[in-house]
């Protein structure tokens, strides 16, 4: 699914104009940015939940050259789908 699919099927959805469904998920998707770097944890109740995790150091082999690479520490978010939509799918 596109933006632009989802903007539609949020305006049919609730009954809002394009426009307004637009700015509805841009001011969502900006939130969601904002919380996930300061690492808060966001939950939504039959969706699931996203964290921010810690991924750790770790040397990795190209495995064409043989070459050692070491990949640095990073943060990365993680979803953890709520049982409902499992039993959706």
């Known amino acids: 699914m596109t933006k632009k699919e989802l903007v539609n099927a949020?305006?049919?959805d609730a009954g809002l104009s394009i426009k307004d469904a637009g700015n509805a998920l841009n001011s969502f998707v900006a939130s969601f940015a904002v919380a996930m770097k300061k690492g808060e944890r966001i939950q939504l109740p039959g969706m699931g939940t996203f964290s921010v995790t810690q991924r750790s150091a770790r040397t990795v082999r190209n495995p064409r050259t043989?070459?050692?690479l070491n990949i640095p520490a990073k943060k990365v978010v993680k979803f953890k789908a709520a049982p409902a939509l499992n039993e959706d799918l």
């Open 10 to 12: 949020i305006a049919e």
């Open 66 to 68: 043989g070459a050692q």
